[in-house]
């Protein structure tokens, strides 16, 4: 059974504090996708890793991935209130089955 | 025009009613999915299509009835549905890059079952 698993569940950070959320996954798989869902909203495309040792960058997120521990990571730098949501990894198995994580919900505090 | 349109945005309706969720794109995108998502939890997978023909079920109880008549529309049948069906289902297209899919989410569809 393919397993995509996050941590941590909650966060609750300061502003302008960094933190690491992670994300974890049981399948053999070289495409990792993060997400973000404001409350009450669909999910808009954050990035997409496609190789070990990937690193993307926008803004004060950063999104990395290590598909020999089968481990994506997700930083935050200077969080900002905007940055409040929850954020969901995914992998892609098979070409077209999209798995997501169980999220994480952020809440950045002034 | 990158753009997954969903009808309706709210939907209630009674266990012994029919009614049918939309999803409409016209980036040409041939996959389709429709994924179910519970408050405060993931979207989960429910179905696949793949230049129209469904290619992955997982699962699902058969008061759910995809159909996708065409390229651009995915359609999600429901009859006889239980109080647990309430949730956000959400469509989504993608297309294949050289080395992924892309996916579009659309805004979903709040379905209550009372």
């Known amino acids: 059974e393919l397993k995509v698993e996050q941590n941590p569940l909650f966060l609750s950070m300061q502003e302008g504090k960094n933190y690491t959320i992670y994300c974890n996954y049981s399948t053999t798989s070289d495409r990792l996708y993060w997400y973000r869902q404001d409350p009450g909203k669909s999910l808009e495309s954050l990035f997409v890793l496609l190789s070990n040792g990937a690193v993307k960058q926008e803004g004060r997120l950063m999104a990395s991935l290590d598909t020999k521990a089968r481990l994506s990571t997700l930083h935050i730098t200077a969080a900002v209130h905007d940055l409040s949501a929850t954020y969901f990894c995914?992998?892609?198995?098979?070409?077209?089955?999209?798995?997501f994580g169980t999220g994480t919900s952020l809440t950045v505090i002034p | 025009d990158t753009e997954v349109t969903q009808t309706p945005k709210h939907l209630v309706m009674g266990m012994t009613n029919k009614k049918s969720l939309k999803c409409e794109q016209h980036?040409?995108?041939?996959?389709m999915y429709w994924y179910k998502q519970k408050a405060k939890k993931p979207p989960e997978l429910m179905f696949v299509?793949?230049?129209?023909?469904?290619?992955i079920n997982e699962s699902v109880p058969s008061r759910f009835s995809p159909e996708c008549p065409n390229s651009s529309l995915l359609n999600l049948h429901l009859h006889a549905l239980q109080p647990e069906d309430s949730a956000l289902y959400l469509c989504a297209s993608s297309q294949r890059t050289s080395a992924y899919y892309e996916q579009y989410f659309g805004p979903g569809t709040r379905l209550t079952v009372t």
């Open positions: 299509y793949s230049y129209e023909k469904l290619s």
């Open positions: 995914a992998v892609d198995w098979t070409g077209n089955q999209f798995y």
């Open positions: 980036m040409g995108h041939r996959a």
